[in-house]
């Protein structure tokens, strides 16, 4: 079986939900922490074995593609002033990965993006929504690589959710193959709780085999006028098995501004020194009340 070295990540959208920053600022270059939230994603990729990402990008999104280049002045600033740590932080960006750019000429959709790919992608490949920074001791994509190299297919990663959050995310009718594997048989994006037909919804992280483009092409536009990566798996899974697993790792939603909020007081709370900080303005706030 192939190895899946490419990981394709759609960064095109226009970020509306974190305006006015993102009016200038991509949103995957939101920090997190000391990390914009799309080094999490690549890092994950390449830990996983794809040295080959493939940004699908648009207007506006500079920023990203400098930040994983070379910065020859700020090597050089740090070089003469022998800061030897920043030095090596930052040369080891640019040499994560190989890097290369995919323009999504109008924001269609995740599963247009992806479409934007096909001259790249004639072997199966991986996708990474960067919304979903996902800390587990062993990365998701990886477990998602290691079910493919047994039973074959496309694999994507899958969460139980609370009922009344079904219309925020496409959801699978799916049956238990084993452990947290399921075999999928049907998807809806973002159904509303009565017409969800699970709790199992798709998270960001999908392994594709190239078969997929030409169900994209087939797909009329779907929820929200775009056209849904979720659809065309819906037409993928009845040729060709499609597997879904419930991954193991804690998820930090970066998608909305609570969410994202949220992700970074809780990752302050995992760092020894930054969780006092955290307390000691909860223990302040506490006081005046
Ligand atoms: C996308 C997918 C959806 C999936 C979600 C995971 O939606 O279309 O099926 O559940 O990512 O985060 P988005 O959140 O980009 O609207």
């Known amino acids: 079986m192939s190895e899946v070295r490419k990981c394709l990540f759609p960064v095109a959208g226009l970020g509306t939900r974190f305006l006015p920053v993102t009016k200038e600022i991509p949103k995957e270059m939101l920090p997190l922490i ?93 996708v990474i929504l960067t919304d979903d920074v996902i800390i587990s001791s062993k990365p998701v994509l990886r477990q998602l690589l290691d079910v493919r ?14 009922h009344e959050e079904t219309e925020r995310y496409g959801i699978v009718d799916a049956r238990l193959y ?29 392994i594709l085999s190239p078969t997929i483009f030409a169900h994209i092409r087939n797909i009329d536009r779907g929820e929200g006028g775009e056209y849904q990566l979720t659809d065309a798996l819906r037409s993928l899974a009845r040729e060709e098995p499609l597997w879904g697993v419930v991954y193991d790792g804690d998820r930090l939603d970066c998608g909305t501004k609570m969410g994202w909020f949220k992700s970074i007081i809780k990752r302050g709370l995992q ?7 955290v307390l000691e303005v909860l223990r302040e706030e506490e006081y005046k009340e």
């Open 149 to 162: 190299e047994k039973l074959g297919g496309s694999v994507i990663a899958l969460e139980r959710v609370p």
């Open 178 to 206: 084993s452990d947290n594997v399921y075999q999928i048989n049907d998807l809806v994006e973002k159904p509303s709780k009565d017409k969800a037909p699970s709790d199992l919804a798709i998270i960001g992280r999908y």
């Open 34 to 126: 000391d990390k914009p939230v799309i080094h999490y994603g690549v890092e994950e990729a390449v830990a996983s074995g794809c040295r080959q990402i493939i940004f699908i990008t648009g207007r506006g999104k500079r920023a990203l593609e400098d930040y994983f280049d070379r910065s020859y002045e700020l090597e050089q600033f740090l070089k003469e002033r022998n800061k030897e740590d920043l030095y090596n932080l930052i040369l080891s960006i640019s040499s994560l990965a190989d890097f290369a750019y995919v323009r999504q000429p109008e924001p269609l959709g995740l599963g247009h993006a992806i479409l934007c790919a096909e001259p790249f992608c004639s072997e199966p490949f991986a």
């Open 271 to 277: 760092d020894p020194e930054l969780k006092e900080v």
